[in-house]
């Protein structure tokens, strides 16, 4: 049924569907009709001929999605009340991020550097993880966290006698029972996949994990590489025995790992699991960011370099057929947002880096408001409210810093921020302690560079009560700093 339609008949449905949703929730039943899921492939990347580069896609009843937001939102309190979740684990969570599972691998590297040691990362692809998800198993372990009664019952009612087809263009497939996994798209699913992988963290004692749902990043540090890469080993085998356990497949030719390291590292390493050796590269993309061996971001920078010259070629070709303000929205939704992503831990990169991108942001400005190729930019700037490269990356800095001063960031970030101690009430206790660093790789990072930016910052921009006046406060700021 077509979602505008429930729109317009809202009135009239809204009564009959509540007393579903009521009756679902106290007898723990699922509806039936609301089990059948048409499945459409998304491409990912690599070969287009090959079904493994696809990922399944459940398109569900929209009323279903309805029921299951409102059972989510309960079952999120319960997660949280009794802080079943690991703290490793970043997706899918209130406060939680790409940024912030990126900002603490970046942190975690840079220590390690700072400290003259050898950081080994494994990061491990799991072969189709929501669709091979055990039933069973996850069921015991929802009852192992206290998820039980008629709410044990409910989940076990969703999971059970669903059904699913496939559809591609005009043509469908007869319909076939899900005997395992949980349907990507629908609203429950990713909550119940990160219950079922939670506890990944404990397989091994001393390889430390970054989570994002089924991205998982496993490292460990020490000062000699060859008994950093003998442990890694060694341990990694317990993570096996745990995946194995909950009927998850490593997809090992996918899998690879780094060394990271202030200082190149050009010998003779490996790695093996199972007798399989895992392929080491100089560069990985994690979760939409690439990163390098000794993290200068350069490969990312160049990234997002490609991708803005492309976006400002289409400007040009527009720019006689477009309004300014068409050309600003384009602006906004195909080059801001490389530009953004994640900006709070990469843009703070070397500067012989970071200045070609300036020119591109310029140079895409000029095409928007319909400026000559050496015409200054600042005007232009302060007229269309646009911050530069310089600025959106302490923008982004900052608001991450408001988040640690209203202790709103995700647990082991948190912790890396401690304010100055003080008996009285001074200026002084908004100011958060610089961490000592020895490496200019350490001094670009949120828990350096940040930590100066917030402690210079007006008292009153600090006190906003909310992160989007603190957000327009500052970017007031940062523009009024264009007219001088």
């Not at 309805?66 to 802080?83: A, D, G, M, S, T």
């Not at 190149?264 to 080491?280: F, H, K, P, W």
Request: proline share 2%.
């Amino acid at each position: 049924m077509n979602m505008s339609l429930i729109k317009q008949i809202t009135d009239v449905v809204i009564e009959p569907f509540k007393y579903i949703c009521n009756l679902s929730f106290t007898t723990g039943t699922f509806p039936e009709s609301m089990k059948i899921a048409k499945v459409i492939p998304l491409f990912k990347k690599g070969n287009k001929n090959d079904v493994s580069n696809y990922r399944p896609i459940s398109l569900l009843p929209q009323l279903s999605k309805i029921l299951e937001k409102l059972f989510v939102i309960r079952l999120n309190k319960f997660i949280v009340k009794h802080n079943i979740l690991s703290n490793n684990q970043y997706g899918f969570r209130t406060n939680h991020s790409t940024a912030t599972a990126i900002m603490e691998l970046a942190e975690e590297i840079t220590n390690a550097m700072d400290k003259k040691r050898f950081l080994v990362s494994v990061f491990v692809d799991l072969q189709k993880a929501f669709d091979t998800l055990d039933h069973d198993i996850l069921l015991y372990k929802l009852y192992k966290y206290g998820i039980r009664g008629v709410a044990h019952e409910w989940v076990k009612s969703y999971l059970k006698d669903r059904k699913q087809f496939v559809q591609i263009n005009d043509i469908k497939s007869k319909n076939g029972n899900v005997t395992c996994g949980v349907p990507q798209g629908s609203v429950l699913g990713p909550v119940l996949f990160l219950l079922y992988i939670n506890g990944i963290d404990t397989a091994s004692s001393l390889l430390k994990c970054i989570l994002f749902a089924d991205d998982t990043t496993l490292y460990y540090a020490g000062d000699n590489i060859n008994e950093v890469l003998e442990i890694v080993e060694k341990e990694f085998q317990n993570v096996i025995k745990w995946f194995n356990a909950n009927k998850l497949s490593l997809n090992i030719s996918k899998t690879k790992y780094m060394i990271f390291s202030y200082r190149r590292t050009d010998v003779d390493t490996t790695l093996t699991v199972e007798g399989i050796e895992i392929e080491r590269t100089n560069e990985i993309k994690f979760l939409g960011v690439l990163l390098d061996e000794q993290l200068t971001w350069k490969s990312h920078i160049d990234y997002v370099k490609t991708k803005i010259s492309q976006t400002i070629a289409v400007l040009y070709k527009l720019k006689e057929s477009l309004h300014n303000n068409s050309l600003f929205l384009l602006y906004n939704s195909l080059i801001i947002p490389y530009l953004t992503y994640c900006v709070e831990v990469w843009g703070n990169a070397c500067k012989t880096y970071i200045e070609p991108l300036f020119l591109l942001q310029k140079r895409a400005i000029r095409v928007v408001n319909g400026s000559g190729y050496r015409d200054h930019t600042n005007p232009i700037f302060i007229k269309l409210k646009s911050l530069k490269m310089k600025e959106l990356v302490e923008l982004n800095l900052l608001k991450t810093m408001y988040k640690a001063h209203r202790k709103k960031l995700p647990f082991n970030l948190q912790n890396r921020f401690a304010k100055r101690d003080s008996q009285y009430r001074l200026r002084g206790t908004e100011v958060f302690k610089r961490p000592e660093s020895r490496t200019k790789l350490k001094e670009r990072c949120i828990t350096t560079k940040g930590i100066n930016l917030w402690n210079k910052l007006d008292s009153e921009i600090k006190r906003s009560q909310s992160i989007h006046i603190f957000k327009k406060c500052l970017k007031a700021q940062l523009l009024g700093g264009y007219d001088s």
